[in-house]
């Protein structure tokens, strides 16, 4: 089992950054791909972006590319998403998640992960 617990999340005003971070337990970290996804009041849960554990891929919404950033410290345990440029849109719960299943290419389906953070909230003011 492994556990996911986010951090970071809160009120910024737009424009502004905020780096999230999603700290695992339970399971050698290095061996799973991880993503980051959010759900926004009214609207289903959507993908953000995904490192996978070989560190060699990362992919992104095309809503988000340019402006945020996944990252990993396999020495910490820890991925994070460097989120610059924020708009009011990006207002949403944020999730983590990881995949145990060694995949060489980035997941971007809810259905592919097999561990959940409970989310942290950032709210973007405009």
């Known amino acids: 089992q492994v556990q996911l617990v986010e951090s970071g999340g809160g009120l910024v005003q737009a424009g502004g950054s905020l780096r999230l971070s999603c700290a695992a337990s339970?399971?050698?970290?290095?061996?799973?791909?991880m993503g980051w996804f959010r759900q926004a009041p009214g609207k289903e849960r959507e993908f953000v972006a995904a490192?996978?554990?070989?560190?060699?891929?990362?992919y992104y919404a095309d809503s988000v590319k340019g402006r945020f950033t996944i990252s990993r410290d396999n020495a910490k345990n820890t991925v994070y998403l460097q989120m610059n440029s924020l708009k009011p849109e990006d207002t949403a719960v944020y999730y983590c998640?990881?995949?145990?299943?060694?995949?060489?290419?980035?997941?971007?389906?809810?259905?592919?992960?097999?561990?959940w953070g409970q989310g942290t909230q950032v709210t973007v003011a405009s």
């Open positions: 490192i996978i554990w070989s560190l060699r891929s990362t």
């Open positions: 339970g399971r050698a970290f290095s061996s799973l791909s």
């Open positions: 998640a990881g995949d145990q299943t060694l995949t060489v290419v980035p997941r971007t389906q809810e259905k592919e992960y097999d561990y």
